[in-house]
């Protein structure tokens, strides 16, 4: 899973930025005009489901969702790289306010021709992945 696919590598720097708690370097992967749905659909996140358009609502994104976890663990199971875009098949373990909740899914990375994010997509059910809540 560390072939040069110009989505791969914008995939893995992204999650490594988030677990590395780094806003600047997750926040310079997306292109000007990306955008993050995570997850796809209306959440509390999201509540009309349109995404997170641009660095500044990416940035708010950021700060409402990676910037509160203590700890962003990204357990791949499987990637799959088709064109542009980069899919990736496992858990997001976030740790927060002493308990553990994994977040299984498909998350999906679509570069543009610069290599720069132009969408991150995560498919995920929220109350599924409150269902694993545990201490920590």
């Given at each position: 899973m560390t072939d040069e696919h110009p989505a791969r590598v914008a995939g893995n720097a992204?999650?490594?930025a988030a677990s590395g708690k780094n806003k600047e370097a997750w926040?310079?992967?997306?292109?000007?005009d990306g955008?993050?749905?995570d997850p796809v659909g209306p959440s509390g996140f999201d509540p009309e489901g349109k995404g997170h358009h641009g660095r500044e609502a990416i940035s708010k994104f950021y700060d409402m969702t990676i910037a509160?976890?203590?700890k962003l663990e990204f357990l791949?199971?499987?990637?799959?790289?088709?064109?542009n875009e980069n899919v990736n098949i496992g858990k997001i373990r976030t740790t927060?306010?002493?308990s553990i909740i994994d977040a299984e899914g498909v998350?999906?990375?679509?570069?543009?021709?610069?290599?720069?994010?132009?969408?991150?997509r995560a498919f995920w059910e929220v109350d599924r992945a409150m269902k694993t809540a545990r201490k920590a």
């Open positions: 992204s999650r490594a926040l310079d992967l997306f292109a000007e955008w993050v749905e509160t976890a203590d791949i199971d499987d990637s799959l790289v088709c064109g927060i306010g002493g998350f999906v990375y679509r570069v543009n021709d610069a290599g720069k994010i132009a969408s991150l």
